[in-house]
């Protein structure tokens, strides 16, 4: 309609102004990925923000990710259209929990933080890394101790495919994928027996024992599209949905209604991304006592991963 066109051209016009870029990642709502320049998983948004040109970078996430763009890019700014909109899991990990695995391992030790994390959690840590990378950079560390930070859901992925490892788990997760009900999930595969099951490693160790293929969200849509198969269950947040429509207009897509949403995720609006490039509000600022060394752990990402 005229009013949804309007915003589009005000967007269009201030990011002009503004030398400004938009990313958005895969569960935020339709219409804003849909406005967006960029849109992908936690790796890719990362990866990207170092490359791109532009001054400004509009980060339609929540905050570890606009976070994790301005670490990258210090001297670019980093607008996010809702600061509030906060990764719960980013701080479910406690500092004595570090201090104890670095104090019991010492050298041997690695930390490696999944980037849903705040800035300080990042600076306690040696490397991060996202669930599309975690396996290949857990297994190529030279340390044999690794304790894993905050999902326990990952890191017990992780540790699966990783068992020459010594992998210590966290309490932390993601309070959107643990709810998934188990029971709710195998009524939907009994009412699409022909269904492949996709699930984000962020569920439980039970849920992910239902599915056909686990992976981060880019790998979940890349497995619906190369897959021949034309119906798929898919457990993560519902957000996933635009892009799998958009890639495979012909395949139908079920989702439990546990987590149909997240709710940080689903803070972020069209009208709040065009408000942060017309006020500039919303710009992330990061500590300067932690931001060398969690940057440091981002760069280590960006280098094994490559
Ligand atoms: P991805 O890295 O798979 O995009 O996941 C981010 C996230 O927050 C999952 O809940
Ligand atoms: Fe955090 Fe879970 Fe939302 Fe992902 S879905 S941003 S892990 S609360």
């Known amino acids: 309609d005229a009013d949804a066109q309007n915003l589009l051209e005000r967007i269009a ?12 990642h895969y569960y935020v709502a339709p219409e804003v990925q849909a406005a967006a320049d960029y849109v992908g998983d936690s790796f890719y ?21 606009g976070e994790s763009a301005k670490l990258l890019n210090p001297s670019k700014t980093v607008l996010l259209p809702e600061p509030a909109a906060d990764c719960p899991m980013a701080h479910m990990v406690k500092r004595e929990t570090v201090e104890a695995a670095r104090e019991r391992y010492g050298d041997d030790l690695a930390v490696a933080c999944y980037v849903n994390s705040t800035v300080e959690v990042k ?14 950079i857990v297994s190529e560390l030279p340390q ?3 304790l894993f930070i905050p999902d326990r859901n990952l890191g017990r992925y992780v540790a699966e495919r990783v068992p020459d490892k010594h992998i210590i788990l966290n309490q932390g997760c993601c309070p959107r994928h643990e709810e998934v009900s188990l029971d709710e999930l195998r009524e939907l595969k009994a009412q699409h027996p022909a269904a ?3 699930a984000h490693p962020e569920c439980t160790e039970q849920v992910l024992a ?17 897959s021949d198969a034309d119906e798929f269950i898919v457990v993560t947040v519902r957000g996933v949905l ?17 987590p149909p949403t997240c709710r940080d995720m689903d803070m972020v609006t069209l009208e709040k991304v065009a408000a942060c490039l017309e006020t500039g509000l919303g710009e992330v600022a990061v500590d300067p006592a932690a931001a060398p060394q ?8 960006l280098e094994y991963a490559a």
């Open 294 to 301: 969690a940057k440091l752990t981002l760069d280590r990402m």
């Open 242 to 258: 635009y892009e799998l429509q958009r890639r495979c207009p012909s395949k139908r897509f079920y989702f439990t209604h546990t």
């Open 45 to 65: 948004l990362a990866k990207l923000a170092v490359s791109l040109p532009q001054q400004t970078i509009v980060l339609s996430g929540v905050e570890f990710m």
């Open 123 to 136: 600076s306690w840590s040696d490397v991060c890394v996202t669930s599309s990378n975690a396996v290949k």
């Open 13 to 24: 016009r201030l990011k002009q102004d503004r030398d400004a870029v938009i990313l958005a």
């Open 196 to 198: 492949r099951v996709l």
């Open 144 to 146: 044999h101790h690794v």
């Open 210 to 226: 239902e599915a056909d293929y686990i992976g981060a969200t880019s790998g979940i849509i890349a497995a619906a599209e190369a």
